[in-house]
């Protein structure tokens, strides 16, 4: 049997998700190529030209997620052609409080002179977005990867594609895969909550208005997404089973109950759940290869802060080789550069969930205080707000 030729690439991105193709994008932009390989087909459509008002029954093809995406993020992805114009729902104002005691703040966007606080898209049509962007020839899709073999200066990748095996070299392998598997570099700490994941109607309309609230089971996040609230409603697995198996009627009542009565839900779409857990890999660079988004950090969802993150390490690494080149000291610079963000999103959107998910009385008083001083004193308010609108532009 004859060998297939060795092809030969500068920057090889594995996993052609929301951060592997900004990543691929900001380095087209700046001249350099990549190459971007997915075990899934390449994504469908263009999300700009999708509707913000088609509402629930549109969002039952494809991944139900949607993602809050913050100021920061939109401006990184109009700089590669890339904003779903029309897909994105801003957000506003966002409302805070704890179901069962007092306390709540209210963030607006007219305090920061922004148009918005955040936009809410679905993953979908943020990946078609990106997607249109892709030239015919960035994206090898349907793979299946058989080996990964680092050497002193190249990673050789083998893999299927079409029937046939291919081997790849290049200088610099970049993981985009998203949430890794069991891997010994990377730490677990399991929230033991599940995200059940839904579309509803609101009436009164949601007037741009995200909503967090915390519950005992842990935090029900409502975000505005066309005529529509995602809703992501976080609960220990025994309870999302339950949530899981309901019939629509029932589930409406449990949110009902979970929300408060200031707006009725209707029109419930399918449900979807993820488990969820906080997982940090130790390094993000070794030899040639380098962690990016998900692979590197899986956050909670609660304050929306995962593909944010994401997208800013994919920026990040994209100036650094457009202005140093693809070496060992561009991959040393930019894992010591992405230190505080990562480790600074991932500790405050831990202590949230660790802080309200329980209905211990001390702490659900020293909560309710909490957001009422969040409410009174704009300092502290400005400092949280900053830090969704921004990231780590905000720090310290
Ligand atoms: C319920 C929920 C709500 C969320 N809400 C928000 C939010 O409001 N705001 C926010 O910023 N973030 C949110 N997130 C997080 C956000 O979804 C992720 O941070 C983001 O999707 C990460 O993007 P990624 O490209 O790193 O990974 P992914 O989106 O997981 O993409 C990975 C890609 O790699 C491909 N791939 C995987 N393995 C292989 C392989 N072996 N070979 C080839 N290809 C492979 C996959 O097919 C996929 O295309 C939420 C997450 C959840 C679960």
Redesign the pocket.
């Known amino acids: 049997m004859t060998e297939a030729a060795v092809e030969h690439v500068d920057i090889l991105i594995?996993?052609?998700?929301?951060?592997?193709?900004?990543l691929h994008l900001a380095l087209a932009a700046g001249g350099q190529k990549s190459l971007l390989?997915?075990?899934?087909p390449r994504?469908a459509g263009d999300g700009a030209s999708g509707s913000s008002t088609l509402g629930v029954r549109q969002a039952q093809q494809g991944?139900p997620?949607?993602?809050?995406?913050?100021h920061g993020?939109r401006e990184l992805l109009e700089q590669i052609n890339s904003w779903p114009t029309r897909a994105a729902t801003p957000i506003e104002t966002i409302h805070v409080s704890q179901k069962g005691g007092f306390g709540r703040t209210l963030l607006d966007r007219k305090e920061y002179e922004l148009p918005a606080l955040g936009y809410?898209v679905r993953?979908r049509d943020l990946?078609a977005a990106l997607a249109a962007k892709l030239a015919d020839d960035a994206l090898l899709d349907d793979?299946?990867?058989t080996g990964i073999t680092p050497a002193e200066d190249h990673v050789t990748v083998a893999?299927s594609h079409a029937g046939q095996q291919r081997t790849i070299q290049t200088r610099l392998l970049i993981h985009?895969?998203?949430?890794p598997d069991d891997d010994p570099d990377v730490k677990v700490s399991d929230y033991v909550q599940h995200?059940v994941?839904c579309e509803v109607t609101p009436t009164p309309g949601h007037n741009k208005r995200a909503w967090e609230r915390f519950t005992p089971d842990g935090p029900l996040?409502l975000?505005p997404l066309g005529d529509e609230y995602s809703i992501?409603f976080t609960l220990p697995p025994a309870k999302a089973d339950a949530v899981m198996a309901m019939d629509d009627e029932t589930f409406l009542a449990t949110l009902q109950t979970q929300f408060g009565q200031r707006m009725t839900f209707s029109r419930p779409g399918p449900r979807?759940r993820?488990p969820?857990a906080l997982r940090m890999r130790d390094t993000l660079v070794k030899g040639n290869e380098v962690w990016?988004?998900?692979?590197?950090q899986?956050?909670h969802?609660v304050s929306?802060?995962?593909?944010?993150?994401?997208?800013r390490?994919a920026w990040q690494l994209a100036e650094i080789l457009l202005e140093n080149g693809v070496d060992r000291g561009s991959l040393e610079n930019y894992a010591a550069s992405r230190r505080l963000d990562r480790q600074g999103s991932a500790f405050f959107t831990d202590r949230i969930v660790r802080t309200f998910s329980n209905d211990f009385g001390p702490l659900k008083l020293a909560r309710g205080l909490g957001l009422l001083a969040l409410d009174l004193c704009p300092p502290a308010r400005h400092f949280v707000a900053k830090r969704m609108i921004w990231g780590a532009r905000a720090w310290p």
């Open positions: 594995i996993g052609a998700g929301p951060v592997g193709m900004t390989l997915d075990r899934r994504p991944d997620r949607a993602l809050a995406l913050s993020a809410v993953y990946a793979i299946a990867i893999l985009a895969e998203g949430t995200a994941v996040a975000l992501v979807s993820f969820l990016i988004g998900n692979t590197a899986t956050l969802p929306g802060q995962g593909f944010n993150l994401g997208i390490d």
